[in-house]
C-alpha cells in the first residue's frame, strides 16, 4: 500500500467520521424539535450547551436514535420533516461515503496485484 492510498483511505474514513459525527447533532435538534423545545444551533451537541432541564437525556438519545441502515419515517409534521429530511439527505451522503471507501479498497487492492 503506498502512502497515496493510505492517505486517500484515511481521508475518506475521517470525512466519514465528521459527516456521522454531524448526524448525531442532528439528532439532537431533531429531539428537541419534536419536544416542542428551540432546535438551538448544531454546534450545542459539541459543546453541550444544554439550556433544557432534558438535554442531557436528548444528547445521550441522539447517538441511538436513527441507525444508519434503517428508514426515516416523516411525521406529516413540517418542522419535525425539516430536520429528518436532513437526517436522511446525511445518510445519503455516508452511504455515498462508504461506497467511494468500498470501491477504492478493492482497487486499491486488485492495483497491487496487477504485474507491470
Do not use: C
Not at 451522503?93 to 470501491?103: G, S, T
Amino acid at each position: 500500500m503506498t502512502f497515496s492510498q493510505s492517505l486517500q483511505f484515511v481521508l475518506t474514513a475521517l470525512i466519514l467520521l465528521a459527516v456521522y459525527s454531524y448526524k448525531w447533532s442532528l439528532h439532537f435538534q431533531y429531539l428537541r424539535e419534536k419536544n416542542k423545545k428551540n432546535p438551538g444551533n448544531w454546534m450545542d451537541f459539541y459543546k453541550r450547551n444544554f439550556t433544557h432541564k432534558k438535554d442531557l437525556n436528548w444528547w445521550k438519545e441522539s447517538f441511538m436514535i436513527f441507525p444508519l441502515l434503517y428508514p426515516i419515517v416523516m411525521t406529516g409534521k413540517e418542522k419535525e420533516d425539516m430536520w429528518l429530511a436532513k437526517i436522511k439527505r446525511t445518510n445519503l451522503a455516508m452511504y455515498f461515503l462508504l461506497i467511494i471507501l468500498l470501491v477504492s479498497g478493492i482497487y486499491f487492492s486488485k492495483l497491487s496485484e496487477r504485474p507491470f
